[in-house]
């Protein structure tokens, strides 16, 4: 029988709504909802900021510069917005100044 399908949020392709990864372009979270990186609050593209934690949602693209939306990938390249620390190597998203792993800081100027 007919599954009720839902449009990737990346690729537009009707998938499974409760895919962990789109098949067809291989994003996590494909149906959403999209998620604060800093404190996992589900937020629109629309939005400025996060309404529970006030993280702005406008970053540049660790990867090709680009101003895009802080979801998990960005708008312009499609590279996950993440950065890897100096230190530790840990991967996360760029939301704070120090590493979540280890507490280093990140950029040393
Ligand atoms: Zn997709
Ligand atoms: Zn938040
Ligand atoms: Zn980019
Ligand atoms: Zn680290």
Known sequence: MPGYKKPCLYCGELIDPDS???????KTDPT???????CRNPIEKNFKRC?????DLHIKCPKCGKDTFFGSYCDACGAPLLVA??????????????CVKCGKPFFQK
């Not at 962990?20 to 291989?26: E, I």
């Not at 309404?51 to 993280?55: D, K, R, S």
């Open 85 to 98: 620390c100096p230190n530790c190597r840990a991967e996360q998203p760029p939301v704070g100044d120090k």
């Open 51 to 55: 309404a529970n934690c006030g993280l």
């Open 20 to 26: 962990k990864f789109c098949p067809l372009c291989g």
């Open 32 to 38: 959403g909802p999209i998620r604060c990186p800093k």
